[in-house]
């Protein structure tokens, strides 16, 4: 059977957004293993049949002694394993993981962006100092023979196309990880106030004080609305919502922070309308494409990725990044239009069905994996 290794960051990351690929290639016939940073998922990992090998390595850290040893490593268990295809999801993985499967002598990679993230979409002094040699880095990696880049959105294409990180004959359109379409699915709208949920890790480049602050001009206004606040800090990133912050504004009482949320699909049954005014340089998110398949309105941030699940007018509303007024006036438009509320989340619905689903994301993930382990091991 030829051997499919996935290298994710993060176990609870994989689980999320790539464990129903992995489990849906072993049923196609090839031996999967997953190599991640295990904390509390590895059961389920092995319990969907997969084989599991532990990462030793953290997926925000800069320490140079460190990236060498997780390159070190990286390059010990591709020899050990000898896989066919490596696929590796998000930027860090695709740098080190490809300097490993170069120097390992492994050719055949997928590699998954995620959105162009911090990197390339901070304007933080530290994103800017390693933004050109990223590029420099990303140029010379997915250039080799049989390196194959996956994105979400055409406009992380055309950035990687134009600027001649990534060859445009190397790149594939696919839309995000997929949603279950079964699980979640579209209900009536609660009774009572409106409410606007952010499920998503709390940083502030998700937008997260933008939506509180567009939370209290609503107050202001006296308008009724309840803004619901689903996630946790991630202690890995510099951006990261101090959680003091959090309870405080809990406390406040001007929004609702319910930390981890395990049943997003009864989240979504409870709430009128998804918001998300992310700058953080998104792939597609999938807690928009679940929002959508749950027949909820959205309101986000007019950028990339998030433009590609809200059609602007007709699956929900484009604000301007980082401008809470603006938000504030969206909020406001489809708290007061209930019937605007379930065209919208109608015509998400349809969005999710056609272009979302799980099974159409997979199909396209596992031909590309045939393209790839159907030719000729490639030089270079």
């Given at each position: 059977?030829?051997?499919i290794?996935?290298?994710?960051t993060?176990?609870?990351y ?12 072993r ?11 295990v904390?509390?998922?590895g ?14 390595w ?5 320490n140079?002694i ?8 990286l ?26 499967a ?9 590699n998954?962006?995620?959105g ?8 933080s002094?530290?994103?800017r100092?390693?933004r050109?040699?990223v ?5 010379i ?5 049989g390196?194959r880049?996956i994105?979400?959105?055409p406009?992380?294409r055309e ?9 445009a004959?190397?790149?594939h359109?696919?839309r995000?990880?997929?949603?279950d379409?079964?699980?979640f699915?579209?209900?009536p709208?609660?009774e ?13 480049d998700?937008g ?5 602050e567009a ?9 009724n609305?309840t803004?619901?606040?689903a ?5 890995a990133s510099?951006?990261?919502v101090?959680?003091?912050?959090l309870r ?7 929004v609702?922070?319910?930390g ?6 009864a989240?979504w049954?409870?709430?009128h ?9 998104e792939?597609?998110p ?5 929002a959508?398949a749950?027949?909820r309105?959205?309101?986000a ?5 998030l433009?590609?699940i ?8 484009l604000?301007?990044?980082g ?5 504030a006036d ?10 605007l509320r379930?065209?919208?989340?109608a015509?998400?619905r349809?969005?999710a069905?056609?272009?979302?689903g ?15 382990l ?7």
């Amino acid at each position: 059977m030829p051997k499919i290794l996935f290298v994710v960051t993060e176990d609870w990351y994989f689980c999320s957004h790539r464990l129903a690929l992995a489990v849906a290639a072993r049923g196609q016939g090839y031996d999967v293993v997953v190599a991640t940073r295990v904390l509390d998922h590895g059961a389920q990992i092995r319990e969907a049949g997969l084989s599991l090998e532990p990462l030793n390595w953290q997926r925000r850290s800069l320490n140079p002694i460190a990236g060498i040893a997780a390159l070190g490593c990286l390059v010990r268990l591709y020899r050990h394993l000898r896989p066919d295809l490596v696929h590796h999801v998000a930027l860090k993985p695709v740098i080190l993981g490809s300097m490993a499967a170069a120097l390992a002598g492994r050719p055949r990679t997928v590699n998954a962006l995620a959105g162009l993230g911090f990197v390339f979409a901070s304007a933080s002094s530290r994103a800017r100092l390693l933004r050109p040699v990223v590029r420099r880095l990303l140029a010379i990696l997915l250039g080799r023979g049989g390196a194959r880049v996956i994105v979400q959105n055409p406009d992380d294409r055309e950035f990687l196309v134009t600027r001649h990180m990534v060859a445009a004959d190397r790149i594939h359109l696919i839309r995000g990880a997929g949603v279950d379409l079964q699980e979640f699915q579209p209900r009536p709208e609660p009774e009572g106030a409106v409410t606007v949920a952010l499920v998503s890790r709390m940083l502030w480049d998700k937008g997260v004080g933008v939506l509180v602050e567009a939370a209290r001009i609503v107050r202001r206004r006296g308008t009724n609305v309840t803004v619901t606040l689903a996630g946790i800090p991630d202690a890995a990133s510099p951006n990261a919502v101090p959680e003091a912050q959090l309870r405080a504004w809990n406390h406040e009482g001007i929004v609702d922070w319910i930390g981890f949320c395990d049943d997003v699909p009864a989240l979504w049954a409870r709430t009128h309308v998804a918001a998300l005014p992310s700058s953080y340089g998104e792939g597609v998110p999938k807690s928009l494409i679940e929002a959508a398949a749950a027949g909820r309105p959205i309101i986000a941030a007019d950028g990339p990725g998030l433009r590609e699940i809200v059609r602007h007018g007709e699956t929900g509303l484009l604000v301007p990044p980082g401008d809470a007024e603006a938000l504030a006036d969206a909020i406001e438009q489809l708290a007061g239009d209930a019937d605007l509320r379930r065209r919208m989340g109608a015509a998400g619905r349809k969005l999710a069905e056609a272009e979302f689903g799980a099974d159409l994301v997979i199909g396209e993930t596992l031909a590309l994996y045939r393209e790839l382990l159907g030719t000729p091991w490639p030089d270079g």
